[in-house]
């Protein structure tokens, strides 16, 4: 061991003393050994027409016995962690924020306001404590804003807008006061005013069908679709179409990284692809193969681990976490849970 750290300390130019006893070597190289970091996993789990929310603690080298389930009254679609809270904010037919919690997970915010969709999603300004979800409104609502407890994260609905037909996937872009949102066939951009309110109409532009994730890049906003190969690709201000950015695959699931990148789930085959969008001329690197199609991606906040879930048979899905490094995905660890998994979010361990 004590040649092995001479080389090493060689390398980077400096000189052990000669009289550094053999205990202290160990103990040296022992304070060298950065211990794996844990992480919760969030899930949001449908069995037999019931739906909880469980938390997965995550040791840094395997899944611990989970936290015990909170009940849900409906299929949650979308988590978003808190940047500085311990809670996460849920969507289905109502914007609430859950309290990470192992023991007693508690829930608050409004009644719910709307109806669920297939695909719902949340975007969160922590600068204005303002967020919007989409959900199944009267007429053409489909995106709502609301407005965070600075204490508690408890969401308040506080407006509402019209929306591209059955628009689910959406993204936020505080710095630059817009909005954009995605439904069938329609992408649809709005210009927020200093406060982060929803202007009375939307700027259109064609998209796909099946619209499943709006990533921002650079000046650009790519689409991810689920029936069609193409990254469909809009310039931010004006708003308008740019034309394809790169026939990447169907993608089921996409979450942002840190640093201009992306995860995607392609559909087939099924598997997990690194994405560097680079400003708006997006390149990838496919990754793992899934033995079936995502349901649903997290990120934690560092950008480092993955969790993505799927469906093992019909009544049993298995949750993966993964280490990214540069373009790979290493596989660290599995979890088996009953029923189907809806949404998922990572985060730090609490109590």
Known sequence: MLGTLLILWSGCGFTVPSNLPDASVDTMVDMMVVPPTPYWVMAAVTKVGVSSVAIYPFDGTAFKPPCPEHPNTLAIRDFLVHPSLRFAFEVESGIHSLSLTCSSMTESGMSNVAGVRAIQQIGFDAVNNVGFFTADGALAIGVYRFVASS??????????ANAPSNAGTLVLDPPGHQLFAAGTGITAGYALDGSMNLPATYTSAAGCGMPTKLLLSGNFV????????????????????????????AVDQA?????????????????????ALAA????????????????????????????????????????????LSGTSLTLLSKQTVTGYVTALAVTTPGT
């Open 151 to 160: 204490v508690t994260a408890a969401p308040t609905v506080t407006g509402s």
């Open 222 to 249: 790519l689409q991810m679709c689920a029936d069609a190969p193409d990254i469909k690709r809009y310039t931010k201000n004006p708003f308008v179409s740019d034309g394809t950015a790169g026939a990447i695959g």
């Open 255 to 275: 979450v942002a990284l840190p640093a201009d990148r992306a995860v995607v789930a392609r559909v087939s085959p099924a598997d997990l692809t690194v994405v």
């Open 280 to 323: 708006g001329t997006p390149t990838w690197t496919p990754g793992p193969a899934l033995a079936s199609r995502a349901t649903a991606l997290a990120v934690s906040s560092d950008g480092e681990i993955i969790a993505s879930g799927r469906a093992i048979d019909a009544t049993t899905s298995e949750i993966a976490l993964w280490r």
